[in-house]
């Protein structure tokens, strides 16, 4: 019996590894593929939510502005009513020929804070070609937005989205911030986003290039107002209007760090209930299988005997190497696959957490806001 069990978690990372759009493999980068760089470029506008920045928007701000980007391009940030001097310090950096700052006003009912701030952002925008919808948060190489939109007109996207490279240099960051892209990968393979024929839609929220008529099309940001997971909620609307695409990236970077393990919990709560729908059955169901997937391998790989051992061996091994690419997207030792078992156990209890807080009122907590509207 003990044997036909160890064989479960032994069948679902053959078939991660085999299948699923061999999400782990990460080959869908922005460095990858890149079309040639268009005679005539269309109109952007940037629009950066902002609440509390200060300590990193200037950065975020100058980094926009040094875009080499040759056609016309504007910044519009939206203090969301910030109680520090964010608004004072992104106008120091630039000029108000590049860069308009406006006062957000009070959330309405039924929106999330950032939705709301990105909706005033886009009404502050007039109409260009293309709305860039970039996180506070995140700095951008100076060629960043002309790559974007070569490759969005080149393939006539709708959506064209980066996962930025996350800040990864502290202890705890090298244990789970690997883990939170692979994860992200595994729930949405890339090549399924850019894939028409499939359902799978996601998007990263730090870097969302969208064509404003198609966000038009789709109901504007009013559609999705109410969102947790505002990005990817972005790209199923817009999935419906065009083709939409996501990839890994060095041209943006978070320059937020994280300064303990507390700060990489609260990032997982504040969506991690949501994506499970906020189901309590979902919610069970995920905490046995990740006690399956993850914790059994090493388990019956130190602890079984005879055939047990050699599949719990052979789960563990299979999980190590399709860890390897993001691992070395990090800079990361190899030797990390060894511990994405326990990594997986922290991710569960931060899953669990997760709906504890929102059972307590606080669910989707962001810049100090309990936002979750789900059901409970």
């Known amino acids: 019996m003990i044997a036909l069990v160890a064989l479960v978690p ?5 078939y991660l590894l085999a299948g699923r759009g061999m999400f782990w493999l990460l080959q869908e980068r922005d460095d990858r593929d890149e079309p040639p760089l268009l005679a005539s470029w269309p109109s952007v506008v940037a629009v950066v939510p902002a609440r509390n920045e200060a300590d990193v928007i200037a950065t975020t701000v100058a980094s926009l502005a040094a875009q080499d980007y040759p056609g016309s391009f504007r910044i519009v940030l939206v203090d969301d009513q910030s109680d520090d001097d964010t608004a004072k310090v ?3 950096v630039c000029g108000a020929d590049r860069l308009m700052v406006i006062g957000g ?5 039924g929106w999330t804070g950032k939705l709301w701030a990105v909706r005033q952002g886009i009404a502050a925008a007039g109409s260009p070609d293309y709305l860039w ?3 506070a948060d995140i700095a951008h190489s100076p060629d960043n937005l002309s790559r974007l939109v070569t490759r969005a007109e080149a393939n006539k996207l709708v959506l064209t989205s980066l996962m930025a490279r996350l800040h990864c240099a502290s202890w705890s960051e090298r244990y789970l911030i690997p883990a939170f892209v692979f994860f992200f990968a595994m729930i949405y393979p890339f090549r399924w986003v850019s894939d028409s024929r499939k359902a799978t839609a996601a998007a990263a929220g730090g870097c969302m290039l969208v064509r404003r008529e198609a966000l038009e099309r789709a109901g504007n940001i009013d559609a999705i107002g109410s969102e947790i997971i505002d990005d990817c909620a972005l790209a199923r609307i817009l999935k419906r209007e065009g083709p939409i695409w996501l990839g890994l990236s060095e041209r943006a970077t978070s320059v937020r760090p994280y ?10 709560a504040r969506s991690a209930f949501a994506q499970l729908g906020y189901s309590s ?3 069970a169901g995920t905490m046995v299988g990740m006690i399956v997937v ?13 055939s047990a051992q050699a599949s719990g061996i052979l789960a563990w091994a299979a999980m190590a190497l399709v860890f390897q690419p993001i691992l070395n997207f990090y800079r990361l030792s190899p030797l990390w696959g060894l511990a994405l078992p326990l990594i997986g156990v922290v991710y569960a209890l931060f899953t669990l957490d997760s709906a504890l807080q929102h059972w307590r009122g606080r669910g ?6 309990a936002q979750a509207m789900g059901p409970t």
């Open 10 to 14: 032994v069948a679902v990372w053959l």
């Open 90 to 92: 992104a106008r120091q």
């Open 105 to 109: 006003a009070q959330r309405p009912a």
């Open 133 to 135: 919808l970039t996180d």
């Open 259 to 268: 300064r303990g393990m507390a700060d990489i919990r609260a990032m997982i």
């Open 281 to 283: 059955l979902a919610l």
């Open 294 to 306: 993850y914790a059994a391998p090493p388990l019956f790989a130190l602890m079984a005997h005879d």
């Open 364 to 369: 989707g907590m962001w810049k100090g806001r």
